[in-house]
Each structure stands twice: as C-alpha cells, then as structure tokens.
C-alpha cells in the first residue's frame, strides 16, 4: 500500500549500529538536505514541503529518527546522547555516500539539529531548524527545573516514565493524534491556556475526541496512528530520557555554532514561542531569522511558508540557484 500524500517509500540503510528507515526524493545530483522531524511525528510529517523543495532541485534525505517509526530505537538513554546521535547521523551521511548536507531540523529534529552543528560541522554546509530555539545552556540541569517551575504534570517530567507513554497513547493513536495535531491558538488566549496546557497525559485523558479542526488531512492521521499502534510510543519518548544528559555534555562542549544558520519561527508556536529564540546571535554569529504565522506543526499549517523559508535562505547562502 503506498503512503499517503505521494510521500516516498522508505529504504533500510545500515549505519554503524543504527538502521535507519529513509526516504528519499529529488534528483541524485541535487542538493542534498537532511531532515529531522520532531516529537509525535515522522519522516512522513515532511510531506507537505517535498513537492517545492524537489522542483527546486533539492535531494532529500527524510529518515524516521533513530527511537522512532521503522528506524531502530534502543531503551537506554545513553543511546540518545548527542554524542552518540551525532556519530549514528554521520554515519548516515556515510552510508549514503554524501560528503556534505545541509541540517534541517523541527521540534526534537532541531533540538539535535543545533549540536550536530557544532560537532561535526565539517559535513555539513549549513543547519535550519523550525521551531526549536538554540538557547543558552540552564544553570542546573533542566529536569530539575520543569519539576520546580512546572509541577508534576509537565508533559516532559512525565515522560521520565518510560511506561507512561504507552499506559495513556496506547491503543488510541487516531485520537492522539486528532489531539495533538491542532492549529495554533491566537496568542490573546495562550495567559488562559498555560500551564495547563503542558499537562498532556492530563488533558489526553480528559478529552472527549471532539470534532475539532486537525492541521493533518485524516489520511495522514491515520498513517501516524497505523505506525504508533505498531511501534509503540517508549521508542519516541526515550528523547526525553535524554534530556540533563544532553545538559552535562553541553557543559563539557559548547562551542558557537559558526555556520550559516536559519531559524524558523512561528508566531502562534505556543510549545516553541518565538520570544524563546531572542540571543540567538551570541551563539550563531551567521544567524539568519524567518516567522510563519502558523502554530507549531508548521509543515502541515504552512506548507509554503515553510517551504519558501528554507529555499529562500538556500537561495540567499547561494547553496541553491535561482
């Protein structure tokens, strides 16, 4: 059965100790773009954008990220060190024969967009990420910080629970993602909505399905709930088991990231708000700065927004023609 949207079937690839679930499309020849999506979605979730950015003559690289859908995701947070992340995503470059791509990263995808940027700078030409700001590092670790500020609820202090994922998701994919997948809501509410809003498990519990509107066409939910309901949802999650380890190694190695840089906003991100990427510059010297009014599933919210973004900038950097 093909895949939704006309989105590429995915090959196996072999890298290091990671076999990765990729798909690819565009020319061979063409510029090649590694994409890394976010938490709760997919290679797939880039299928709004693959059409603009292959007439433009970009070869894309589109991998379930390791823990995630078809690529292998092992149950130990040492395996999602950024170290470790870093190593399996050049290896993937490797395996794929490209000396140099360009890093484009949403939610978590970003979130390990920016510290592949700083290790392995030398295999990539430049890093854009919507969404996920590059922030100066917390002064503790940050768990500590969301129980503190957050309470219990938090959805990432939850998650710390590699049981909890699949005791609440479990076996109600079509509604999870009915849930998650909403447009952003007008910032004049967001004072009424936080923090209550973060409680995710809570509030999943709680809802009654309603027949709200959905940023995803119902095929693509379905696609998302058909591979949920076979992965499960510890795999997705163990990102977050991950989360002061990132924190320690970014204490012992922070450099600036000194590569031509974009950053994606989107004005009703209420997860990621914009004002959370401000003192970008001190950290990414050759920052570049873009906004979509779209909340935070830009890809699905807006597809051309998105899309023109990225190739804009690619234009800009003159690593694309025209």
């Not at 395996?79 to 470059?93: C, K, P």
């Not at 395996?95 to 940027?117: F, M, N």
Request: aromatic share 10%; net charge negative.
């Amino acid at each position: 059965m093909s895949l939704p949207l006309g989105f590429p079937e995915p090959r196996r690839v072999r890298a290091g100790g990671v076999t990765f679930s990729v798909h690819e499309a565009g020319p061979e020849d063409g510029l090649p773009l590694l994409l890394l999506h976010g938490w709760p979605e997919l290679a797939f979730s880039w299928a709004p954008i693959v059409p603009a950015l292959t007439k433009a003559g970009c070869r894309l690289v589109m991998p379930d990220i390791k823990g995630f859908g078809g690529t292998s995701a092992p149950l130990d947070p040492e395996a999602y060190r950024m170290e470790v992340l870093t190593r399996d995503y050049a290896n993937l470059l490797d395996a794929l024969g490209i000396e140099k791509a360009v890093l484009v990263g949403h939610d978590w995808g970003g979130a390990i967009s920016w510290p592949l940027a700083q290790r392995i700078p030398e295999r990539l030409l430049g890093v854009a990420v919507y969404c996920t700001p590059w922030p100066a590092p917390a002064p503790v670790p940050p768990l500590a910080i969301y129980q503190r500020k957050m309470g219990e609820d938090f959805y990432i202090t939850q998650f710390q629970d590699p049981k909890l994922p699949n005791a609440v998701f479990g076996g109600k994919e079509e509604a999870f993602f009915r849930f998650v997948l909403r447009p952003g809501p007008p910032r004049e509410v967001w004072p009424k909505l936080l923090p209550a809003a973060l409680a995710l498990p809570e509030r999943f519990a709680e809802w009654q399905d309603e027949k709200t509107d959905q940023v995803a066409p119902p095929e693509a939910i379905a696609h998302y709930a058909e591979v949920y309901g076979r992965t499960g949802h510890e795999g997705p999650t163990m990102v977050y088991r991950a989360i002061d380890l990132h924190w320690h190694e970014r204490q012992a190695f922070d450099p600036i990231i000194d590569l031509p840089a974009l950053m994606v906003t989107a004005e009703r991100d209420m997860m990621l708000p914009p004002e959370a990427s401000e003192g970008m510059e001190e950290r990414i010297p050759k920052l570049s700065r873009a906004s979509l009014d779209s909340g935070h599933w830009v890809s699905w919210e807006a597809p051309d927004g998105s899309a023109q973004a990225l190739l804009g900038w690619l234009r800009e950097e003159h690593f694309l023609n025209g």
